[in-house]
């Protein structure tokens, strides 16, 4: 049976450029029972809104369906439209400024179906705006059969990257969609995912291109260092589970992220601050992090 899958791509103060990119990644893909809903949360004021839904028209394409928001809702919530517009029976989702490859939903339909899956997750290779490669996020080691071990998991390390993420449409509204978060909004539905005893897969494939831009989108400017500041107080909430050494490498996580987001932001002292703390949080982890890391990029731009 060759089931609806709903592509959701939720756009905010992006040109034609990278949007007709990532719209387009879809519309070639080598599975062809497909909808897409992109919903618009510019807003009215901004120059480049006519000439997106001059685009959308210009596809004229029954499987294209646009919606403008009427006020700034951001992301979870124009996601949330997204999933209540849905017509398939899964639903998946892309950012504005990304990419799938080719393959990416047949395989992970395919995947989807054979265990009865209700959500799976794969890998993401991301790219800055020069085209080198910067990061690739994998989860070989993944404890995917215990949710208990997958939480910690989670917590620990994080199971995100939203284009990655498919859903059964039943079982994404039924856990109540996204999170009304500024950030860390994939992360809070993953959480909820594994907290809901969602049968949860991990698909060890690469689909999925992410480009990191330092204009638009949400995950820019203050909104990240705030939203991560309040990503990891909300994790105390949960240490009374992890051992001394776990605590330690969150805490470490934070900070060295907490270096990442001070840096976007032109904010160097207090990017070199949290680069001593991120060291003597863990200085085994700061470390070890830093050089697995960078093998994954350098192996990674040798492939590419």
Not at 80 to 87: D, K, P, V
Request: glycine letters at 6%; charged letters at 25%; hydrophobic letters at 35%.
């Amino acid at each position: 049976m060759n089931t609806l899958v709903t592509v959701i791509i939720p756009t905010y103060k992006r040109t034609v450029e990278y949007l007709s990119r990532a719209v387009e990644s879809v519309l070639v893909q080598t599975y062809d029972n497909i909808e897409v809903i992109l919903v618009d949360d510019s807003p009215s004021t901004y120059q480049h809104r006519n000439e997106i839904k001059a685009y959308i028209d210009s596809l004229q394409s029954k499987n294209v369906r646009y919606f403008q928001n009427e006020v700034n809702m951001g992301g979870s919530l124009s996601r949330n439209i997204g999933i209540e517009e849905a017509q398939g029976q899964y639903i998946t989702f892309l950012d504005d400024d990304d990419e799938y490859m080719p393959q990416k939903i047949e395989k992970q339909i395919a995947y989807m179906q054979e265990y009865d899956y209700d959500l799976t997750f794969s890998n993401m290779i991301m790219y800055n705006s020069d085209g080198y490669v910067v990061d690739f996020r994998d989860y070989s080691d993944v404890p995917i059969t215990d949710n208990t071990k997958l939480l910690k998991y989670h917590l620990m390390r994080h199971l995100t990257g939203t284009p990655t993420f498919m859903f059964k449409a039943e079982k994404l509204r039924g856990i109540g969609g996204f999170e009304d978060a500024k950030m860390g909004q994939e992360f809070y539905l993953m959480l909820k995912s594994i907290e809901n005893g969602l049968l949860i897969g991990y698909l060890p494939e690469c689909d999925v291109k992410v480009y990191k831009h330092t204009d638009g989108g949400i995950s820019q400017g203050h909104n990240k260092i705030s939203g991560e500041k309040n990503l990891y107080e909300f994790k105390k909430k949960y240490f009374e589970r992890f051992t001394i050494r776990e605590k330690m490498f969150i805490r470490f996580r934070h900070w060295a992220v907490m270096v990442v987001a001070y840096k976007r932001n032109y904010m160097y002292l207090k990017m070199i601050g949290a680069a001593i703390i991120a060291f003597f949080t863990s200085p085994i982890d700061f470390f070890s992090q830093v050089y697995k890391n960078l093998v994954k990029v350098i192996n990674h731009r040798k492939e590419s």
